[in-house]
């Protein structure tokens, strides 16, 4: 079975500076992970993915995440922080076999100081 | 091409009613799922339906079951609603192996 594990609940960084929101996870086979975002009152908002043709992805407004197998890692990466990357952010792990179910982590709040 | 759809998106029920929501999925995209988010338990897996056919099912009661139509829209329904039941119900349509959210909707149980 997959799951997911997001080493902080809460990372306060200050504009300008790098943001590095960790996640580990388990699976028994080849996965899809996923990072997701989710801003107050919204639904998810899709950030990257990992599905194996590289192992550092790149997604939308300047996030990163690299995949690292021997670590069993996903973290995601931000040069430099905006005021409005601030929100709740969700690594998340797929395997899809027929059907898909996607395993959340449990969520890191991003809070950033100006 | 327009995104997910919900509706509605807030809803206040009292216990023992029961709740229909509904979801109109990205414009050729099959496959719908739902899932449950909670402070509690975070988001949780509820159910997956491929060409009107359910595929994959989460640990969750009888209570909530949903459906599929012919043009892919899809709706759940929780009855007997408990006061536990007060989330926010996302539902994902999906392509290849990636899904897509709608914003959601917010049910409250009183």
């Known amino acids: 079975a997959q799951s997911v594990t997001q080493l902080d609940s809460h990372v306060s960084v200050s504009e300008g500076t790098p943001v590095l929101l960790r996640c580990n996870y388990s699976s028994s086979y080849s996965p899809s992970l996923f990072w997701y975002v989710q801003h107050p009152n919204k639904g998810l908002q899709l950030l990257l993915k990992?599905?194996?043709?590289?192992?550092l992805v790149k997604g939308i407004n300047g996030f990163e995440a690299e995949f690292k197998k021997s670590e069993t890692s996903f973290h995601l990466t931000k040069p430099s922080a905006h005021m409005s990357d601030a929100a709740e952010y969700f690594c998340v792990v797929s395997d899809f076999q027929g059907a898909q179910k996607l395993v959340f982590g449990q969520g890191t709040r991003l809070t950033i100081n100006p | 091409k327009a995104g997910v759809t919900q509706t509605p998106r807030y809803l206040i029920k009292t216990r023992g009613q029961q709740v229909t929501l509904s979801c109109s999925p990205i414009s050729g995209h099959r496959s719908v799922s739902w899932y449950q988010q909670t402070p509690g338990q975070g988001l949780q897996f509820l159910f997956e339906?491929?060409?009107?056919?359910?595929?994959n099912k989460g640990n969750f009661p009888g209570r909530f079951s949903g459906r599929q139509f012919s043009n892919s829209r899809s709706e759940m329904n929780v009855s007997t609603l408990e006061l536990g039941d007060s989330a926010l119900y996302l539902c994902?349509?999906?392509?290849?192996?990636?899904?897509?959210f709608g914003p959601g909707t917010r049910l409250t149980v009183l």
């Open positions: 990992y599905t194996s043709a590289a192992t």
């Open positions: 994902a349509s999906r392509q290849t192996d990636t899904q897509y």
């Open positions: 339906y491929f060409s009107e056919t359910q595929r």
